[in-house]
Every structure is written in structure tokens, then in C-alpha cells.
């Protein structure tokens, strides 16, 4: 979420459930994995192999699948809002089209436990068997509640815009006055 308004009393972030990119990539990625498998099952049909056709309506189930969450994402909308003066905040998860709200956390300021930036790197094998790795750095910004017991998600990367996360993250910390830990690092 990206800090949107701080009138001094209230301060508001807003954002999308994990990122534009990785939204508009499952948007894009769908459609293509559906286009593919469902000429493959066209093909396989012309030429009467039977068997292999349910392969590429599994194929064209997961594409739709992966555009249905995508779409899904982008219709979300998140929202953190701070009102210093009450010393309460409140996180809502909303779907934007039918205006219903998915999640709701209230909370007092004498529930918030820290507000932490987690740094990792993540590496992913190459399932090919030729060894090589790949390696993503990932940051997150997270607020600590003791009551309700959550974690709510300020902010996150894996496109190396540490300091937009960690801009957020003291924000939002010192808006409720708790300590903005620090944890992981990356390899």
C-alpha cells in the first residue's frame, strides 16, 4: 500500500493486494495459456486423438483459472487508515465492482506490537535438471497486532524498491508509536 493522505490526525494507505505487475501478468498469462491449450484440444480433435483432448481442456481450465484471479486482484482494493486522535485504526480488503468488503481488522493502538520489514531472498531451482538457480529478493513491511492476533501486510517488493516499503513501513510506525524492527537480510 502506498501512503495517500496524512492530514496530520489520519493517515491512509491504499493499494492493490499484491502489486499491479504481478496482477496484470496473471491478466495476460491466462488468456495466452487458454488461447494455446484450446488450439492444442482443436488439433487433437481434428485429428481424432480423444485421449489427449482432456489434457488441453485441463490446460484451458488452469488459464481461465489463472485470469479469473487475476481479474480478481485487480477489482481488490486495500486500505489501512490511522486516526491518531482516537488512537484506533482499521484495515479493509474491498472488491471494488460490487463494493463488498472481504476483510476487516479494527484495532487500538495498545494492540499494535511493531511494525516489522522482513528482507529474504528467495531461490528457485531450475526443474530442467541443468542446475541453475534463480534468485528474487523480497521485502515486506508488516504491522504486528496482539488483539485481534494478525499481521497486516503495509507493503511488499520483489522489484527492488526497498525504500518505498520501508517508507511506509516508518510511517505507519511512528503514526501508532511502536519500534520499526528490522529482520533477514538478503544473501
Known sequence: MKP???TGTVL???GMPHGVGWTLF???LGPAITAAAGGAASE???QAIFGSIMVGLVGCGIGLLITWTGFGSLLTRERLEIDRGLRR???HKVNILTQREEKRHEFAFDSAVQVEVIRRTERHHDSSGTGGTSEVRM???ELRLRTPRASITIDSTS???DARVEH???LVAQAIGVHLEHSGEYD
Do not use: F, P, T
Open 89 to 91: 485504526g482499521v484495515y
Open 12 to 14: 491512509v494507505l491504499s
Open 159 to 161: 522489484n527492488g524498491q
Open 168 to 170: 511506509a513501513a516508518n
Open 44 to 46: 487433437l480433435w481434428s
Open 139 to 141: 521485502c515486506k513491511a
Open 26 to 28: 496473471m491478466v495476460l
Open 4 to 6: 495517500i493522505r496524512d
